[in-house]
């Protein structure tokens, strides 16, 4: 064979964008890549050309790759053909095992790493070019020179260990290669080997007891399985290690090795390759950890809207969906403009304009002023639901419901807060209400239990006269010289049987759960929405059940959970995350995941007061 003759690579696999994608990462390679959409073809493909190297998906239908592969090396033409795998499935030991038996050479992973498959594919295209020319060599030796045989088979074997050493080590580009004698306990790192590891390969003594500090010991412990099982006769490995280097930076690196035998079968050598993986083990917890959040956030939402359907009251059913859609209509503006800032805030003005702009366009009804002021994502929903109720109860009643009705919006920022007015004139005479509606409750409830702000309402004949205070981020930060002390009521005895302490930093969802069992006979203290508040009320008060947000404004509430598993009162967990998520100690507790469905929460505080009333007994 010419030593730069083109080699034919066959790829297989039933999705034609994945074959499109094999062949523009191995074009660089300038080899002849023939494609086959499934088992069958490949199998034609086969019996006509002669194949180098096999790229295979080990999921097919028909035939998938492991029956491709046990046809393959049925046949005494490709018995030594390189048969490379690609899962897009994580593989098990057994998996890898069986993948090995029907003689895959090598795994990848989906997805793809371009270089890591060139590189792959790069080695055993070499490795086949050399096994032809020595193939070749062999047989032109045979013919002329008989009493150099045995010469020639020494020099074949050790050409042979030395590519198959090169082929681990350039594998997947990149990456360190090691070897390991065990009949004269030496050992050998590259360079490569010993930056990924962080030592010093001048000074470094190399040992198994100069090694075994750097290595996590649980990990250590999976060296020492792999070694268990190469002198019973396992030939390879892949495992995943954390090298603990000496600069305090931890770094996970991927190992793959494989062990050498002698002629009786005994253990002699370890071969193989690391590579770090640190950078796509951060990611992987990245991805966990955004998953988590977009799960907790979408929960959260659903719950809030699923207490906006709850609490809406109306005199008919097209006034309920006329209100319901609006309020959610607010909720999902702020989550719009959230989404654009990629969760980093939402601007003020664009959220009172969104709710005020069926009315913009006479201009003169509605004047909007203020500077630019950027709100945290946990305050943008809570402001536009304020800003809804007042924009419809100027529609329903104030000075939006006539022509000649004006509004002026405007705002300003201080050190430690925005200082919001909503002024309403030339509308219909209005009175004080005497009842507070839906609307006021969720401004009240909103402004003071969840941003800590305050509001101040001024029912004029012209019109209503409203200042929202909402304490900024900045404020916070720099702390309050007089902080508010916690408002809980003072102690106080009631039904044993039928009380629960309700701890919820989510005004309308604590709203919700509030109204919802108060109406099938629980009483209700709470909803607290701040820690010290709920610490306070655990200490204080007298109940016989607590249903607890495990997350209060970024803290958890796992103080208050302390306290009540001391005094005995049982309890449960309502979150926007899953059970897992909670710490250890709290397994064995109950968890009702948003949106809280109000008849499974009913049936929880059953089952617990049940079980607290039969241990007490």
């Known amino acids: 064979m010419v030593e730069h003759e083109k080699i034919n690579i066959l790829l297989v696999d039933d999705h034609p964008a994945k074959l499109v994608s094999y062949e523009i990462i191995l074009s660089e390679l300038n080899e002849n890549l023939i494609k086959a959409a499934s088992a069958r073809e490949a199998f034609e493909h086969l019996l006509k050309s002669e194949i180098a190297i096999v790229l295979v998906d080990v999921c097919m239908p028909e035939l998938d790759g492991f029956e491709l592969a046990a046809m393959i090396r049925e046949h005494p033409r490709f018995q030594k053909t390189a048969i490379i795998f690609v899962s897009a499935i994580h593989m098990a030991d057994d998996d890898r095992l069986r993948g090995y038996r029907m003689g895959a050479v090598d795994y990848m992973p989906v997805p793809v790493v371009p270089e890591i498959l060139r590189a792959k594919v790069k080695v055993f295209a070499e490795l086949y070019r050399k096994t032809r020319q020595l193939e070749q060599l062999n047989s032109e030796l045979e013919r002329r020179v008989a009493e150099r045989t045995a010469e020639l088979e020494s020099s074949n074997w050790r050409l042979t260990e030395s590519e198959g050493r090169r082929s681990i080590a350039l594998a997947a580009g990149k990456m360190g290669s090691w070897d390991w004698d065990l009949e004269a306990n030496t050992f050998h790192w590259d360079d490569e080997h010993c930056r990924i590891v962080g030592i010093d390969r001048a000074s470094f003594r190399i040992s198994a007891e100069t090694v075994r500090p750097l290595v996590h010991p649980e990990d250590w412990k999976k060296l020492e399985e792999c070694l268990r099982q190469a002198r019973q006769g396992r030939q390879s490995f892949q495992l995943e290690i954390r090298f603990a280097r000496a600069d305090d930076d931890h770094r996970w690196c991927a190992v793959t090795a494989a062990a050498g035998f002698d002629g009786a079968g005994k253990l002699v050598r370890m071969s193989g390759v690391t590579s770090d993986i640190t950078e796509r083990k951060l990611a992987e917890e990245r991805h966990a950890l955004l998953a988590r959040e977009v799960d907790h956030r979408a929960k959260n939402a659903l719950a809030v809207v699923q207490s906006v359907v709850r609490l809406t009251r109306a005199e008919s059913i097209p006034e309920y969906i006329v209100a319901v859609e609006g309020r959610i209509k607010a909720l999902s503006h702020a989550h719009t403009l959230l989404s654009e800032s990629r969760w980093q805030g939402a601007d003020l003005k664009s959220l009172v304009s969104d709710e005020l702009e069926p009315y913009l366009p ?256």
């Open 362 to 617: 006479g201009c003169e009804l509605v004047s909007i002023q203020g500077p630019a002021i950027t709100l945290e994502p946990a305050k943008a929903q809570s402001v536009a639901l304020i800003i809804h109720e007042l924009a419809t109860n100027a529609a329903k009643y104030g000075a939006l419901s006539q022509k000649t009705g004006k509004l002026h919006v405007a705002w300003t920022r201080t050190a430690d807060a925005i200082e919001l007015s909503w002024n309403e004139s030339g509308g219909p005479s209005i009175e004080i209400p005497k009842k507070s509606g839906f609307g006021f409750s969720v401004i009240a409830a909103t402004l003071r239990g969840q941003l800590r702000g305050e509001f101040h309402f001024d029912w004029r004949s012209e019109g209503l006269h409203c200042r929202l205070s909402i304490p900024t981020r900045s404020g916070r930060e720099k702390g309050d010289a007089t902080p508010r002390p916690a408002v809980v009521a003072p102690r106080r005895e009631v039904a044993k049987s039928r009380s629960v302490l309700v701890v919820e930093d989510e005004p309308l969802l604590g709203m919700m759960m509030s109204d919802a069992l108060t109406q099938i006979g629980f009483v209700i203290l709470g909803p607290y929405g701040r820690l010290s508040e709920a610490v306070e009320a655990a200490k204080t008060l007298s109940f016989t059940v607590a249903v607890l947000d495990v997350s209060l404004g970024g803290e958890t509430v796992y103080e208050v959970a302390d306290l009540l598993t001391r005094s005995g009162v049982p309890f449960l967990f309502v979150t926007g995350y899953g059970k897992e998520s909670l710490e250890p100690r709290f397994a064995h507790i109950r968890v009702l995941r948003k949106p809280v469905d109000v008849e499974s929460l009913r049936i929880a505080l059953e089952e617990a007061t049940s079980q607290q009333a039969a241990a007490v007994a």
